[in-house]
């Protein structure tokens, strides 16, 4: 055992027995070489039963991240460019002051359309062709590209059904095909197969509160509230949502962003270095955000680090995390892919203090 797998495995275990942790994965790839692939702690506290290294974990709106690298890859392929208009592939997308909205904008959150119907229903959530006929009716809520917020769940039914009609392949099938075949990755999935038996971690969340529904339009809807719960239903694992339900590994997470990186990883290089980097270039400081809020970050898909961010303090770090502290990611200048994966949500999140240790022992070593 190396050194610093032996280090994250023992601080793991630390932040378990103490209740900081549940059940954690932490895997990380440095110029190509798997160096962690550390666990600890409890997939499911009803049964006892322990994590694994091939333990699925909902990671949340890390998802979007592989999003952004199946659309990036159809852009690569031609199938695509970042100004396609989204009503050029799906016409009744146009409706309502949705006509001139792009892929690039839709990849930056800056496209316009964040929220969904106070009653959108459960079902609705788990139906593919439901809910994006919904999503196609919504109102523009302002001009594209004149300001960012966060697209927490659009993002991922618009830009899937994108995917989904230039391809002629449904997006779970995409992300099997395009990301999981090429790596040989066989812990990641955004809509479990109705016949998998992998093991799902059972997601904890002792402060989470179930909002009113007051009849205001949500990013998330109240019928998806509290996501952990959403999460842990079997009906939720199996849809395909995918800007929130990927289910997954960390060591998937991490090969993921390793095959991002300039050379790979076994020979594959899921997007070539010109392209990460188009898709890693900011939007404007100057662009309004939420409440003037900062705009995030956002590149085309993958937030991009800056000083204080637990992706890395420089733009070669790029990456997204996810409700209740998952995360995957890649820093360029230290040639590393990191991914972690955890089930208890709770304030005390130790995810950066792990991250840092990781990093300060790739510096060391």
């Known amino acids: 055992m190396n050194q610093i ?6 601080l793991l275990k630390r932040l378990c027995a103490a209740g900081r942790e549940r059940g954690i994965q932490v895997a990380a790839y440095h110029r190509g070489e798997l160096i962690v692939n550390a666990f600890a702690g409890v997939a499911d506290e009803r049964t006892g039963t322990l994590v694994s290294s091939d333990t699925l974990f909902p990671v949340f709106s890390v998802t979007k991240g592989l999003v952004a690298t199946v659309i990036h890859q159809l852009v690569e392929s031609g199938l695509l460019t970042y100004e396609t208009r989204i009503a050029e592939v799906w016409p009744e997308f146009g409706a309502d002051g949705k006509q001139a909205m792009t892929i690039e904008q839709m990849l930056r959150h800056t496209a316009g359309i964040t929220t969904l119907p106070a009653d959108t229903s459960y079902e609705e959530t788990c139906n593919w062709d439901a809910i994006c006929t919904t999503i196609a009716g919504l109102p523009a809520q302002w001009e594209p590209g004149t300001r960012c917020e966060y697209h927490g769940l659009t993002y991922g039914w618009i830009l899937g059904e994108v ?5 002629g392949r449904s997006f779970s099938q995409l992300i099997q095909e395009n990301i999981c075949a090429p790596l040989g990755i066989q812990t990641m999935f955004v809509g479990l197969p109705e016949d998998s038996v992998s093991q799902v971690a ?8 179930v909002p009113e529904n007051d009849g ?13 719960a959403w999460m842990n239903r079997i009906e939720s694992r199996h849809t395909c949502m995918p800007a929130g339900n990927g289910l997954m590994s960390a060591e998937a997470l991490a090969r993921h962003y390793a095959a991002l990186l300039p050379g790979g990883i076994d020979g594959v290089e899921l997007l070539p270095p010109e392209r990460v980097n ?3 270039t900011q939007i404007s400081p100057t662009l309004p955000g939420l409440d003037s809020s900062p705009t995030f970050g956002w590149g085309m898909g993958y937030l991009v680090g800056e000083p204080g961010n637990i992706l890395g303090d420089t733009k070669a770090a790029f990456g997204v995390g ?3 502290g ?10 590393i892919a990191v991914g972690l994966t ?6 005390d999140d130790p995810a950066l203090e792990i991250v840092n240790e990781l990093r300060r022992l790739v510096d060391k070593s």
């Open 202 to 209: 059972w997601l904890e969340h002792p402060e989470a509160e």
């Open 342 to 347: 955890r089930n208890l949500f709770k304030a």
């Open 322 to 324: 996810g409700h209740g």
């Open 216 to 228: 205001t339009p949500r990013v998330v809807p109240p019928s998806m509230q509290p996501l952990f």
């Open 163 to 167: 995917a989904q009609r230039v391809s």
């Open 5 to 10: 797998q032996q280090n994250i495995q023992e």
């Open 326 to 335: 998952a995360i995957g990611f890649a820093d360029r200048s230290r040639e």
């Open 278 to 280: 188009r898709a890693t």
